[in-house]
């Protein structure tokens, strides 16, 4: 079967658990867990969502994990990890892809055993409490956006108990339209969080911007475009050099801007008895 024609039996109504098994079933037994690194994708997203942590190896949920490697990634980064779905198919594929990872061409390099981090999937209903608590993160990925309201209500109100003061729940909302986003940030706000804006970021990439340098970014670094044809010709390397002197005292400035922000930020939901939230919104 095609992949986009099982992508159309994703089931219309997000809580349907017996639809998700039929969908993860049709896709796992095409093979195309193995074949498509959804991870890679999921991982850009939240990779540059998370605060600084405040323990050296920090507790994080992954509530409707589906069928992906991002639990791993960070299972193999020193996370404690949790990973739940209400679908008991996806459960037991993400548990069987573990025992067999080195045997895909794809997956192998990931098949590292999992040393100072943890990793547990478990069948779990995300409006209902979770046992494990005292997360410093939570990290919903296109699971949240598709509940109904009521759902939703329940959910942020699990979220907002599983974590630990101070700790931090991400909610990434993938071509959800622009009519429902305040509606999905009262439900959360309602339910005990504290909405963060990131106000580091807008302030890095509008001085980014007004430096007029063209660059790209490598691992979060902002990095001067080689092949613009500023820095080719005879004083091409000094002026590659000139610009990203510019380009790296603006990253330091921005991170230092961003500890401060995770500062207050920490101390307002302190003060408040709330948890921090943060929405990313992306559209593909
Ligand atoms: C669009 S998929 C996203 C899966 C994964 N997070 C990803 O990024 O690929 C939505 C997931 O939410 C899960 N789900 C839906 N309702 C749920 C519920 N009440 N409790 C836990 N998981 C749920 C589904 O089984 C499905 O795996």
Same mark, same amino acid.
């Given at each position: 079967m095609e992949l986009f024609e099982i992508m159309r039996q994703m089931p219309k109504d997000w809580e349907d658990a017996a639809g998700w098994d039929h969908y993860y079933t049709l896709f796992c037994e095409s093979g195309y867990h193995l074949k498509e690194l959804i991870a890679t994708f999921d991982l850009m997203l939240v990779g540059d969502c998370l605060m600084t942590p405040q323990r050296s190896n920090p507790k994080i949920w992954f509530p409707g994990c589906g069928v992906t490697l991002v639990p791993?990634?960070?299972?193999?980064?020193?996370?404690?990890?949790?990973?739940?779905?209400? *679908?008991?198919?996806?459960?037991?594929?993400?548990?069987?892809?573990?025992?067999?990872?080195?045997?895909?061409?794809?997956? *192998?390099?990931?098949?590292?055993?999992?040393?100072?981090?943890?990793?547990?999937?478990?069948?779990?209903?995300?409006?209902?409490?979770?046992?494990?608590?005292?997360?410093?993160?939570?990290?919903?990925?296109?699971t949240f956006q598709g509940l109904s309201s009521g759902s939703k209500a329940e959910a942020a109100r699990v979220y907002r108990d599983s974590l630990t003061q101070g700790g931090q729940a991400v909610f990434v909302l993938v071509n959800v339209r622009e009519e429902y986003h305040n509606e999905i940030k009262e439900i959360i706000e309602r339910s005990g969080f504290h909405l963060t804006k990131r106000e580091a970021d807008a302030w890095f990439f509008s001085a980014l911007g007004d430096t007029g340098i063209p660059y790209t970014r490598l691992d979060k670094r902002p990095c001067v475009r080689k092949d613009d044809e500023r820095y080719t010709g005879a004083k091409g390397q000094l002026n590659q050099k000139r610009d990203q002197t510019k380009l790296d005292r603006l990253t330091r400035e921005y991170q230092k801007r961003l500890d401060d922000e995770f500062r207050r930020l920490r101390q307002v939901s302190k003060e408040t008895n709330t948890r921090i939230a943060y929405l990313r919104f992306w559209t593909g």
């Open positions: 791993r990634f960070c299972a193999l980064g020193r996370f404690r990890v949790w990973a739940s779905d209400i *679908s008991g198919v996806a459960i037991r594929v993400c548990k069987e892809m573990e025992k067999d990872l080195e045997k895909h061409e794809k997956l *192998s390099a990931f098949a590292k055993p999992i040393t100072e981090g943890e990793l547990h999937f478990i069948q779990h209903d995300l409006r209902t409490p979770f046992v494990q608590g005292d997360f410093d993160y939570i990290v919903d990925v296109k």
